[in-house]
């Protein structure tokens, strides 16, 4: 129940901490340029979001969950707050009103996997398209929305390196420090691993699991919401179209490969971070090498395949969990 319990018995965080090592190592002889200070700030940078988006994610597959809505509902609050700021609207109405939407998805996020009973898969795989169509349809018109003028200074702050360290970077230690903080000594934070060990015996000694599910998916949906502002500041922009992207998928396989168990209960959030160190690394590398993008994804999807394996033997799945179908 504690996120000391969820390490893997192989030492999992340490192998893949070890394997990013390597891999940088290999690059950096590799790839010219890979050791610059532009490129090194821009990897670290593009993983911070990665790594923010990674933490959502985790808690709610720690909650023996997972959601797949969290590319649609990030990119579509945030697309909607630029739509209102181009429009006159000030930040003060414009940002509570997309935190209001997150919230909702997260909701009803819950309220169907916890309340409806749906497979965590199918109902964050729907309400993501729902969303999407949702926003597009209502919200918003075009696909790329920029930030306006006026708030430029917004992105400014974020392209800021106090003492030499990417405020995104800072942002994603800050983030990974409170969920670690709040997993291991808050009582919501025991409750999640209790419920993701074993719901049954965690409902039976009190935890109130629908509510807890609920409220994981609500921490995910306004996570996300936070590594979609930052990402709008790095580019002063907010591109829609990456919902049809593969950014959840990498979202899962930096949290599976960092060794957080899919079938609930077992990681912590040092997972997350050495997961999107190793996954940052490797699309940063690829990218400079010139890989195409189709070759970029099927190696991505081999090692999502790999992570997967991995997680099936390190923490064979029980009887309940199967029977259960949760994700």
């Known amino acids: 129940m504690s996120g000391s319990s969820g390490r893997g018995r192989f030492g999992q965080e340490e192998i893949i901490f070890a394997i990013a090592v390597i891999v940088f190592g290999v690059f950096s002889v590799m790839v010219p340029d890979f050791l610059s200070a532009g490129n090194i700030v821009s990897m670290v940078q593009s993983v911070s979001v990665l790594g923010i988006l990674g933490l959502g994610m985790a808690i709610t597959i720690l909650g023996r969950g997972v959601d797949l809505s969290m590319v649609a509902s990030m990119s579509v609050a945030i697309a909607w707050m630029l739509v209102q ?68 200074w917004l992105a400014d702050m974020v392209a800021a390196r106090p003492l030499g360290v990417p405020v995104p970077v800072i942002a994603f230690l800050g983030c990974a420090a409170v969920a670690h903080l709040g997993l291991r000594y808050l009582r919501d934070g025991r409750f999640i691993y209790a419920m993701g060990d074993n719901p049954i015996a965690a409902r039976t000694t009190g935890v109130p699991v629908r509510v807890m599910m609920v409220l994981q998916y609500v921490i995910s949906a306004l996570i996300a919401l936070l590594a979609g502002l930052i990402m709008t500041m790095l580019v002063t922009s907010m591109n829609t179209r990456i ?85």
Do not use: C
Not at 247 to 266: E, M
Not at 294 to 311: P, R
């Open 85 to 152: 700021l181009n429009a006159g609207a000030p930040l003060v109405q414009a940002l509570p009103m997309a935190i209001a939407f997150s919230v909702l998805v997260g909701i009803i996020n819950g309220v169907l996997v916890a309340y409806v009973e749906i497979p965590a898969i199918f109902a964050t795989l729907a309400i993501g398209v729902t969303v999407y169509g949702f926003g597009k349809f209502f919200l918003v018109e075009s696909d790329v929305n920029h930030l306006p003028e006026a708030w430029r």
């Open 243 to 327: 919902v049809s992207g593969t950014l959840v998928y990498d979202v899962i396989l930096v949290v599976v490969l960092g060794g957080i168990s899919l079938s609930g209960g077992r990681g912590g959030i040092l997972s997350v971070v050495v997961g999107t160190l190793l996954i940052g690394i490797m699309l940063n590398g690829m990218t400079m090498l010139n890989l195409t993008y189709t070759a970029q994804n099927v190696i991505k999807a081999l090692i999502l395949l790999l992570a997967l394996v991995l997680d099936t033997l390190i923490n064979p799945r029980d009887e309940q969990t199967a029977q259960q179908g949760d994700i």
